[in-house]
C-alpha cells in the first residue's frame, strides 16, 4: 500500500482545474440624520459601502469592496485588507455571508467568492476609493419581499439610485440564496450577495446578536431599539421592546447630556457573566 509520503510527493495540484478565489465584504452602518427640530429624534438609516470600479470589467460600476486571494492568506485576511484598501475603512469583525460559486458570475472566468459582512461604526468612517475603486460611497439600502418569492432591492446615494430585482432561490440551513433579475447596473451579483448579506443580518437582529454592533459602549434604550427596527424595516411598539430587550442590557447610573432632550438613562450589553 503507497504510503502518505509517497503519495504527497507523487501528487501534481496543478494536473487538476483550480478557480480563482475572491473575497467580497458587505460593510452595514446605521446612519443617523438629524432633523431640523432639534426636540425631534434623529432618523436613521441603513447603508452599505459600494466602490466604483476603476477598471474592467465592469468599468465604472458600482460594486462591493473586495478582490482576490493572495498567496498564504485566509479568505478573512482578504477580506479585511480589500476593505481597507480600497475604502480606508478597516472592519473590526467579519461574519460569514456564503460562498458564490456560479460559473458565469465572472465573465473574466472561473473565480469564487467568500462573501462576509461586516459592520462599521458611523464614527470610524473616511471613505476614500483606492486601488483598483476610483470612488467610495455609502448608500441608503431597502430590500423588500413581494409575492412569489420576488424581491426588491433598492441603493440610493444623493443622486445615485440603483435598482435591482431578484428572486428567493432556496433556503438551507438559515441560508437564503438569489436568482438575479436585474442587476440594476452592479457589478458581477453583487446584487445577490447584498441581498443574502441582508437576510444573515435581519435575522441576527430578531433576537439581537448582531444589533449591539451598531451602538457605541453605553446607549440608550431608545437608540437600540431604532437600530432594530432599521435592520428589520419595522415597527415595533416601545413597551414590547423593553420587555424583550430586559435580559440583553444593564443599566448604569448615567444618562445623556446636552441634546436638547429630556436626560435618558444609559445602558450597555451583559456580558456572559451577567455584569
Known amino acids: 500500500m503507497q504510503s502518505e509520503k509517497n503519495f504527497s510527493v507523487g501528487y501534481r495540484l496543478e494536473d487538476y482545474p483550480r478557480p480563482s478565489v475572491t473575497a467580497d465584504?458587505?460593510?452595514?452602518?446605521v446612519r443617523s440624520q438629524a432633523r431640523e427640530n432639534y426636540k425631534k429624534n434623529s432618523e436613521t438609516r441603513l447603508s452599505i459601502l459600494l466602490i466604483k470600479?476603476?477598471?474592467?470589467?465592469?468599468?465604472?460600476?458600482?460594486?462591493?469592496?473586495?478582490?482576490f486571494l493572495q498567496p498564504g492568506e485566509t479568505l478573512e485576511e482578504c477580506a479585511l485588507r480589500e476593505a481597507t484598501e480600497e475604502t480606508s475603512v478597516t472592519p473590526a469583525s467579519l461574519m460569514p455571508v456564503g460562498v458564490f460559486s456560479d460559473?458565469?458570475?465572472?465573465?473574466?472566468?472561473?473565480?469564487?467568492?467568500?462573501?462576509y459582512a461586516s459592520i462599521i461604526s458611523e464614527e470610524s468612517v473616511r471613505q476614500v476609493g483606492g486601488d483598483d475603486a476610483s470612488d467610495a460611497q455609502w448608500f441608503d439600502v431597502t430590500f423588500e419581499r413581494g409575492g412569489a418569492g420576488?424581491?426588491?432591492?433598492?441603493?440610493?446615494?444623493?443622486?445615485?439610485?440603483?435598482c435591482a430585482a431578484l428572486k428567493e432561490k432556496a433556503t438551507?440551513?438559515?441560508?437564503?440564496?438569489?436568482?438575479?433579475?436585474?442587476?440594476?447596473?452592479?457589478?458581477?451579483?453583487?446584487?445577490?450577495?447584498?441581498a443574502a448579506a441582508l437576510t444573515v443580518l435581519r435575522e441576527g437582529a430578531k433576537d439581537f446578536d448582531t444589533i449591539f454592533d451598531f451602538l457605541p459602549e453605553k446607549f440608550?434604550?431608545?437608540?437600540?431599539?431604532?437600530?432594530?427596527?432599521t435592520i428589520m424595516n419595522?415597527?415595533?411598539?416601545?413597551?414590547?421592546?423593553?420587555?424583550?430587550?430586559?435580559?440583553?442590557?444593564?443599566?448604569?447610573?448615567?444618562?445623556?447630556q446636552g441634546d436638547g432632550h429630556r436626560p435618558a438613562r444609559l445602558y450597555r450589553k451583559k456580558t456572559d457573566s451577567g455584569s
Open 25 to 29: 465584504v458587505v460593510a452595514f452602518m
Open 53 to 67: 470600479r476603476g477598471g474592467h470589467p465592469f468599468r465604472g460600476c458600482w460594486a462591493l469592496p473586495g478582490g
Open 103 to 115: 460559473p458565469g458570475r465572472d465573465p473574466r472566468g472561473w473565480v469564487i467568492s467568500g462573501a
Open 150 to 162: 420576488e424581491c426588491r432591492l433598492e441603493l440610493c446615494c444623493g443622486e445615485i439610485r440603483i
Open 172 to 194: 438551507r440551513f438559515g441560508r437564503t440564496d438569489y436568482t438575479i433579475r436585474d442587476s440594476g447596473g452592479l457589478a458581477f451579483d453583487h446584487a445577490a450577495i447584498i
Open 220 to 229: 440608550t434604550l431608545s437608540a437600540l431599539q431604532k437600530v432594530q427596527e
Open 234 to 256: 419595522i415597527t415595533i411598539l416601545p413597551a414590547s421592546f423593553r420587555r424583550k430587550i430586559g435580559e440583553y442590557v444593564v443599566e448604569t447610573d448615567e444618562f445623556t
